[in-house]
């Protein structure tokens, strides 16, 4: 993505595309996982952190750590710049929508 | 149950909200008061949203996911397992059950994230019409989240209560 140094007085855009590239990140990390621990038993027996919850709570817990590591790294490096910000939103919402279609279990079993 | 209902309520209302004073063709400026209002809201929203994930997944599935023990006849009390049972009733859990509990936690992150962008831009989102269309379809992407999550809650429940109880049974091997 390029980026520029922000100029004008208003805030600049990056620290809101670095929240929302995080968010796409981290909706696309949950689906993932969820098949990753779905078909894969060692990865199911890995994200087996609390029993009664079983591979849900692994899963979870996975995700809420990649989307809070990805969005303070996005934010580190975007907080004080202007982003060209359509495709930093086009990928978010790519990563948002196989987030979500990932989590569906008819299309999770074609993988 | 209770947390991911309330938040279904408030996510409509975010979005009237967030359409009529960002997107729209109004031109007066929010006042203070009105900005306050707003990001607590979405604040509020955030919360209820991790309470109705972090209960579900810790509180409620457990129960729902509990093993009965050896020889058990009556599965009333096992949901997981007694939707199984039957062919007639396991679509409930193959298909519902297991897109519930991931699907619903689409809608904390996707909140959290419109939250912090309405607290750190306020009426400056306005400036940034990108952003804005962005988050808003977030925002929208948690009302689908919630309502997929809410809707299959509501059949399961339907079909095979979950009552909770002092001992859960374990399900052995990590088996979903």
Redesign the interface.
Known sequence: MNTTAATTT??P?G???A??L??GI??FA??LF?VLA?KIPSI??WT?F????????G??TC??FV?LAAWAILQMRWRNREVR??PV?TV??VL?AL??LL????LADLF | MGFGALYLMACSGALVELYRRYCSQNTAQPTARDETFLRVYLAVMAVLAWLA?ITG??II??WY?AKPPAGTTDLAAFPRYFLLSSPHTSAWH??GM??K???A??AP??I??AA??VL??GR?LK??P??R???L??VW?SL??AGVAGFFGAMLNKNAPVEGGDT?H??EG???
């Open positions: 208003s805030l855009n620290r809101g595309a929240a929302v995080a968010a981290g909706s949950l689906g969820a779905d199911k027996n087996n609390y029993n009664p919850t079983g591979p849900l709570s899963v979870t995700t809420v989307w910000f359509g939103g978010a919402l948002l987030g979500i989590t569906f279990p008819p | 994930v997944s810790y599935y457990p996911r193959n298909m297991e897109w509990e991931y699907i936690w689409i992150i996707a959290t994230m912090v962008v750190q831009y400056r400036d940034h990108q952003l269309n962005t988050v379809c977030f992407a689908v989240a859960i374990l399900v990590g088996t979903k």
